[in-house]
């Protein structure tokens, strides 16, 4: 079983809310070149506008959190050898 991308889950919440990209872009007062940006993993989303999406999509920030945390590890470091030790490392 595949696990959903930040984009694919971000994608159907907005659905599920009967949103447009476009306005969730507007209410976190970015453009839609850096919410992309995050969604496939290029980039990190602030807390604060973590929060305000959870908002938006009425979606524990938790829950955002660790699916973009998640795949951000994964499509930046996936390679390394070592990845399962240094995240012990981190977490202890």
């Known amino acids: ?13 907005i659905k599920h809310r009967n949103l ?14 850096s919410f992309s940006k995050v969604e ?4 990190l989303m602030s807390n604060d506008y973590l929060k305000i999406l959870s908002q938006i999509l009425k979606n524990g920030s938790q829950k955002l959190q660790v ?15 070592y990845l399962e030790n240094i995240m012990d490392e981190v977490i202890n």
């Open 67 to 81: 699916r973009l945390l998640t795949e951000s590890i994964n499509v930046t470091y996936c390679n390394l050898e």
């Open 40 to 43: 496939h993993g290029e980039r």
């Open 20 to 33: 447009t990209h476009r306005k969730v872009v507007a209410q976190l007062d970015l453009d839609t070149s």
């Open 1 to 13: 079983m595949t696990k959903e991308t930040f984009r694919g889950y971000s994608k159907r919440l």
